[in-house]
């Protein structure tokens, strides 16, 4: 399996601020990487898919870049709105696809 | 706006089979862009990808789970299912039903990101 190691696994910060969620994969995914949010009883929302390409809706505040094994998420000025817990999905092989842990964007 | 709803029994007896249909509103089950997938997700834990079903029949399931399930289609309906069976309190967990998004093809299996999720429901599983 591909190995999803995301950082921090928590995180608190303020509204207005700018956040970074890493992900890491254990062996190279290209650009095969899609992130996605959850709120607490709620199913997982896309926000990014491809790396870097923001799913119709979604705020332009959020941002994805990388490729290979490291790829970040990017959150320009915190609203009230994001903070959930953020999950990535590797989607280059069937072996099977996987997720990493979550990173918990808690408020400061 | 496309809708999936989970349906099924919220409790299991371990052993026994788990079994939960998604019915989907407002698409197209057999669009050749997409693939109907269901999720996992255990209390308070993380995302488990469980498996895929094309329109076609075609499955591909995660290994770690392969040889207790199956996804099955009915096209008329517009439903999935999937059948969990031998289950222990280890499959306890929220199921989530999605529709993945092809991106491409990898020589032997699909590319895809999931872009719209059911609710989910709880399965229980306990005597």
């Known amino acids: 399996d591909i190995q999803m190691t995301q950082s921090p696994s928590t995180l608190s910060a303020s509204v207005g601020d700018r956040v970074t969620i890493t992900c890491r994969a254990s062996?190279?995914?290209?650009?095969?990487l899609a992130w996605y949010q959850q709120k607490p009883g709620k199913a997982p929302k896309l926000l990014i898919y491809r790396a870097f390409i923001l799913q119709s809706g979604v705020p332009s505040r959020f941002s994805g870049s990388g490729s290979g094994t490291e790829f970040t998420l990017t959150i320009s000025s915190l609203q009230p709105d994001d903070f959930a817990t953020y999950y990535c999905?590797?989607?280059?092989?069937?072996?099977?696809?996987?997720f990493g842990q979550g990173t918990k964007l808690q408020i400061k | 706006q496309l809708q999936l709803q989970e349906s099924g029994p919220g409790l299991v007896k371990p052993s026994e089979t788990l079994s939960l249909t998604c019915t989907v509103s407002d698409a197209s089950i057999s669009s050749s862009s997409y693939y109907w997938g269901w999720i996992r997700q255990p209390p308070g834990k993380g995302l488990e990808w469980i498996g895929s079903i094309y329109h076609s029949g075609s499955t591909y399931y995660n290994p770690s789970l392969k040889s207790r399930v199956t996804i099955s289609v009915d096209t008329s309906k517009k439903q999935f299912s999937l059948k969990l069976s031998s289950v222990t309190a280890a499959d306890t967990a929220v199921y989530y039903c999605?529709?993945?998004?092809?991106?491409?093809?990898?020589?032997?299996?699909?590319?895809?990101?999931?872009?719209?999720w059911g609710q989910g429901t709880l399965v229980t599983v306990s005597s």
């Open positions: 062996q190279s995914i290209s650009s095969w």
């Open positions: 999905q590797q989607y280059n092989s069937y072996v099977p696809y996987t």
């Open positions: 999605a529709r993945g998004c092809y991106e491409f093809w990898s020589g032997s299996y699909p590319g895809y990101y999931f872009d719209y």
